[in-house]
Nanobody, 122 residues
């Protein structure tokens, strides 16, 4: 009914950049907050960056000044521009969206993408 499809991951050298994208499709009434999380091997999933529908953003301390989250509401898409990548940024990156679904009342539900691997070599 609702799908989040991510793209843009890959292998990059330290200091490099990647741009992740996540597009939402399906029976959507409204997309509220969106965000990017990551999970490294043996570690818990952590919030990297978030953005409200109005464009207010928040970042984990570890990525401030290097990553930028943005969204295009007309395209139901959220982006994560990652710059000055470090080996410790290596993880699977997941897109999250809080969505009000058509026909399911006005409650919002959490939806997740399938994840995209980011690997940073030293």
């Amino acid at each position: 009914q609702v799908q989040l499809v991510e793209s843009g991951g890959g292998l990059v050298q330290a200091g490099g950049s990647l741009r992740l994208s996540c597009t939402v499709s399906g029976s959507i009434f409204s997309i509220n907050g969106m965000g990017w999380y990551r999970q490294a091997p043996g570690k818990q999933r952590e919030l990297v960056a978030s953005i409200t529908r109005g464009g207010s953003t928040g970042y984990a301390d570890s990525v401030k000044g290097r990553f930028t989250i943005s969204r295009d509401n007309a395209k139901n898409t959220v982006y994560l521009q990652t710059n000055i990548l470090k080996p410790e940024d290596t993880a699977v990156y997941y897109c999250n969206a809080k969505i009000i679904v058509l026909g399911m009342g006005m409650s919002q539900y959490d939806y997740w993408g399938q994840g995209t691997q980011v690997t940073v070599s030293s």
